[in-house]
Each structure stands twice: as C-alpha cells, then as structure tokens.
C-alpha cells in the first residue's frame, strides 16, 4: 500500500510564503509522476501543479504560475510545493498525489482522475 502524507500548511499572511512537502512511501516512487491540487469549502478539488518522474517537466495552474513551484527529491522520495506571494484565495486543503501510471508522457498531468494515491491533505491558511 502506497502512503502519501502531506506537511508543511499553516496560517500566513497575504504576501507570505510556506513550503508544502509531500512524503511517499513508494519504492519506485521515481518513476511515477506527482502533483498537487486544492479544495477550498464550497469548491471542487482543483489542479494546482504537477512534476514529471524525471523532474524534467513541470505544469503549473494559471492562477498560481510564477507564485508557486513544484519541486521533487527522488533520493528522498519526496515532492515540495513552494508557495511564494500568497493569496487570501489560495486558502484551501492542499493534497499531494501520485499518477496512476509510471514513466508515462506529460499529456494529463493536470487531470484529477490521472491521480490514484492521495494524501489526508494540510490546510493552508491566507488572511488579507
């Protein structure tokens, strides 16, 4: 059985940054795709940013691109989310997954139901 455990939310304010970690307890956890999406109450889970097996490919949301940056350790099997110049509108449970299928072209990275392992989420917090 796959794990996926996010870390790393808080409270900040507008303006501020955090750093998102995503730890999974895969053995082949290179090979696989991973990426980040958010669900604020009220709202479907969104796609926020994802990174290729390789780390040689990310794809970022329009609403967070050039603010947030997805980055991934595979020595460590882990995966970061860097949130710079926050929002009150980022506010959301922000969840870590991994891709269904590894060492797979980039074509739906940004598609929920590419996703089968998820994590419990860690809630992020923006006050204005």
């Known amino acids: 059985q796959v794990q996926v455990v996010e870390s790393g939310g808080g409270l ?6 955090l750093r998102l970690s995503c730890a999974v307890s895969r053995r082949t956890f290179s090979s696989y795709d991973m990426g980040w999406f958010r669900q604020a109450p009220g709202k ?7 990174i290729a ?9 329009d609403s967070v691109k050039g603010r947030f940056t997805i980055s991934r ?3 460590k099997n882990t995966v970061y989310l860097q949130l710079n110049s926050l929002k009150p509108e980022d506010t959301a449970v922000y969840y870590c997954a991994t891709r269904r299928r590894p060492l797979t072209t980039t ?3 940004g598609v929920l139901d590419e996703y089968n392992y998820w994590g419990q989420g860690t809630q992020v ?3 204005s």
């Open 12 to 17: 900040v304010q507008a303006g501020g940054s």
């Open 44 to 50: 479907e889970r969104e796609f926020v940013a994802a």
């Open 53 to 61: 097996w390789s780390g040689g490919f990310t794809l970022y949301a």
């Open 73 to 75: 350790d595979n020595a």
């Open 107 to 109: 074509q739906g990275m």
């Open 125 to 127: 917090t923006v006050s």
